[in-house]
């Protein structure tokens, strides 16, 4: 039984140059019609400042309301720490989403669900922030780690964002369960088809809200690895959806699993999503099946050693 993917290791990192044409997904404009609201995409390069340094590159979904606020003109808050470049808007949950791939990095997700459910995100009444991250060095737990700190100290330093829920496809699992194992801030985890290896910081987030998701058809991850990580959490607010016969990226209820990943978020940042609105935003079909393998390759999520089925 699998429980993890061996590495293949890059040369040297990916630019953010590498992904262009996927800041957004190829039907947005389905989800503008019915909004009357365009979100600001940012392509990134982070600085990650760790033994292996260097950048890792991603996009960043902002909610327009973002920018209502004029940004502030000081660098240092009246204490002397940092101070966001972009002032929240008035009552916000200051919770943001930050996506991670799998054992070949990306910035698509399985079956390119993280193209559409970003942009989803950031378009609800309550815009959550949503970063697509890549990684500086796929497959190594413990830099990808460093990877995923830094897109949160950026949110924070950036736009005063301090509650994060990190989702992570298969590898990218262990990355998220790590990283929240170390950080408090994290207030919620989900994952599609994780692998179980090095992901023993699952034990340490209960009460925190947990989903897994797993195809009971994956031939890349067994389906037990999910069953292993539920048990591994314990009691508290945890939640396994087996989807049956489906793969190791989900292909089959792509749409189905993007839905559920978006109310998580939602409610782990304290949004509530009402009836049009999960009809108007939450359901929008952004990116259509027959479109979704090919976005994948082209965002990186199918470089070895990663698979999609």
């Known amino acids: 039984m699998a429980a993890t993917l061996l590495p293949h290791l890059p040369a040297k990192p990916h630019s953010i140059h590498e992904y262009a044409g996927l800041a957004r997904p190829p039907?947005?404009?389905?989800?503008?019609?019915?909004?009357h609201k365009t979100g600001i995409v940012e392509p990134l390069s982070i600085d990650v400042d760790d033994s292996q340094d260097g950048f890792v590159p991603g996009f960043l979904h902002l909610p327009p309301d973002f920018f209502t606020n004029p940004p502030t003109t000081s660098s240092q808050a009246a204490g002397g720490g940092p101070r966001p470049a972009t002032a929240l808007p008035p009552h916000h949950h200051r919770t943001a989403a930050i996506l991670l791939s799998g054992a070949g990095g990306g910035v698509t997700g399985p079956s390119s669900i993280?193209?559409?459910?970003?942009?989803?995100?950031?378009?609800?009444?309550?815009?959550?922030?949503a970063l697509r991250l890549d990684y500086r060095y796929p497959a190594r737990t413990a830099p990808c780690v460093s990877d995923a700190k830094a897109g949160m100290a950026y949110l924070r330093d950036?736009?005063?964002?301090?509650?994060?829920?990190?989702?992570?496809?298969?590898?990218?699992?262990?990355?998220?369960?790590?990283?929240?194992?170390?950080?408090?801030?994290?207030v919620g985890c989900a994952t599609v088809a994780s692998q179980s290896a090095e992901a023993e910081g699952i034990r340490r987030l209960s009460p925190r809200p947990v989903l897994l998701m797993h195809g009971s058809g994956d031939n890349t991850l067994d389906v037990g690895c999910s069953q292993r990580l539920f048990h591994m959490y314990g009691a508290g607010d945890r939640m396994l959806e087996v989807f049956e016969g489906d793969n190791h990226s989900l292909s089959k209820n792509a749409e189905e699993a993007e839905e559920m990943l978006c109310e998580f978020v939602a409610r782990c940042a304290g949004v509530r999503v009402g009836a049009q609105e999960r009809r108007?935003?939450?359901?929008?079909?952004?990116?259509e099946d027959g479109e979704r393998h090919q976005l994948m390759e082209r965002g990186g999520d199918l470089r070895a050693p990663e698979r999609e089925d």
Do not use: N, Q
């Open 27 to 35: 039907h947005l404009a389905r989800l503008e019609t019915a909004t």
């Open 114 to 129: 993280y193209l559409s459910l970003a942009c989803k995100l950031a378009t609800l009444g309550r815009g959550i922030p």
């Open 158 to 186: 950036m736009y005063g964002l301090d509650r994060f829920v990190l989702v992570g496809w298969s590898f990218g699992g262990a990355v998220v369960f790590t990283a929240a194992a170390e950080d408090e801030r994290v």
């Open 280 to 287: 108007d935003v939450v359901a929008a079909e952004l990116v």
